[in-house]
Structure formats: C-alpha cells, structure tokens
T-cell receptor, first 113, second 114 residues
C-alpha cells in the first residue's frame, strides 16, 4: 500500500462545476496535510493546508480532512479553465521530525470550457 | 522579492559527468530540501537540511551529494554514480520546528542525460 494515494485521473469537469479531488494516507499519526497545484512543466504551488478535522475554505477552494478515515479532499467550486493542472496531496508524517513530507503521485484535472 | 531560485533551468549532462544544481533562497528559512520528479510520479526526497552544516539523506540519496555551508544555499551534485539522472529537480524550503512544515518550491531544473 502506498503511503499517500491519489487517483491519477485524468478527471474532467465542466467549467463552472465542482471538482472533487481525493487523497488517502496510511500513517494514522500524520498531522499536517497539503494540496499543491502543479501546471505542466512548472513547480508545485501550495494552495491549501489543513491540520484539524473538518473543512477549511479559502476562496473557491475547500479542503476537507477526516483523520478517522485517513482521508483528505480538495473541492474546487466554480471550476475555471485555469484550474486545469495536476494536484498533489502531501502529508507530514509525525515521528520523522517535521522535515519530511510524503507526496502522492497527483491527480490530473482538466476543466472543459 | 523573497523567494527561491534555481539554476540553470535546463541542464544537459554527458555520461560519466558530475553536475551541480544551484538552489538559493532569501526567505530566511532554516530548512531546505531537494526532490526529484519523474513523469507521472510524485516527488521523491533526495536530501534535506534543517540547519547550516548539517543534512540528512532522504529516500533516494544514492548517486547524489549536497552541502549546506550557508543558510541561503543548498547545492545538489548529481554524480556519475546516479544511473538514471534524467528528471525534474525541485528545491524547497520551510521553517523547521513548526507543526505545519509548509514547504515552498523553486522553479526547478530539468536535467537530461545525453
């Protein structure tokens, strides 16, 4: 079992709809969770971080964390063509210090105009 | 402007050559990291450093070396011992000791072996 798993996609969503991206992790004591957006040929950009169970909203983005189910998701409302990118989930593993993040392989999202 | 710079943007290496990738940051972050990304794969940690003059191996350190002589700089050398070095190399930095460990990335260096 991979430590951080994401559906590789591609996930196609019509413009204006809600895009839902999912991530599961195996280390039950993980503390911090991050979503990065990566455009083709570019470096990852941090768009959301979440540390507590529940929802965290920032503009059109909502991160959801359920530690009991070891599940973190990212919702993108009113999807725009500029949201087309690969989204990477990252998890900070407790017990290895604060210095190591583990990344999923990413979900490729395409917004269809 | 605060940020992380990497150079060069593109790098070509011949078989048997060592090459050094540069990473500089002016964010006053203590921790710095090197990752490798291959097509269709996530980021894999090569080396990291939480403080000057100290660094640790990540998950795929074989064939790589680093130094951390200054807080701002964390160069990565890809040695001839690295058998498959063609990849996208990413440098990141963060504030260690924080529970969040939010990491911020430089623009990356794309290395190709000829």
């Amino acid at each position: 079992q991979k430590e951080v798993e994401q559906n590789s996609g591609p996930l196609s969503v019509p413009e204006g709809a809600i895009a839902s991206l999912n991530c599961t992790y195996s280390d039950r004591v993980s503390q911090s969770f991050f979503w990065y957006r990566q455009y083709s040929g570019k470096s990852p950009e941090l768009i959301m971080s979440i540390y507590s169970n529940g929802d965290k909203e920032d503009g059109r983005f909502t991160a959801q964390l359920n530690k009991a189910s070891q599940y973190v998701s990212l919702l993108i409302r009113d999807s725009q063509p500029s949201d087309s990118a690969t989204y990477l989930c990252a998890v900070n593993r407790v017990g290895f210090g604060n210095e190591k993040l583990t990344f999923g392989t990413g979900t490729r999202l395409t917004i269809i105009p | 402007d605060g940020g992380i710079t990497q150079s060069p943007k593109y790098l070509f290496r011949k078989e048997g050559q060592n090459v050094t990738l540069s990473c500089e940051q002016n964010l006053n972050h203590d921790a710095m990291y090197w990752y490798r990304q291959d097509p269709g794969q996530g980021l894999r940690l090569i080396y990291y450093s939480q403080i000057v003059n100290d660094f640790q191996k990540g998950d795929i350190a074989e064939g790589y070396s680093v130094s951390r002589e200054k807080k701002e700089s964390f160069p990565l050398t890809v040695t001839s011992a690295q058998k498959n070095p063609t990849a996208f190399y990413l440098c990141a930095s963060s504030i260690p000791g924080s529970t969040s460990n939010e990491q911020f990335f430089g623009p990356g260096t794309r290395l190709t072996v000829l």
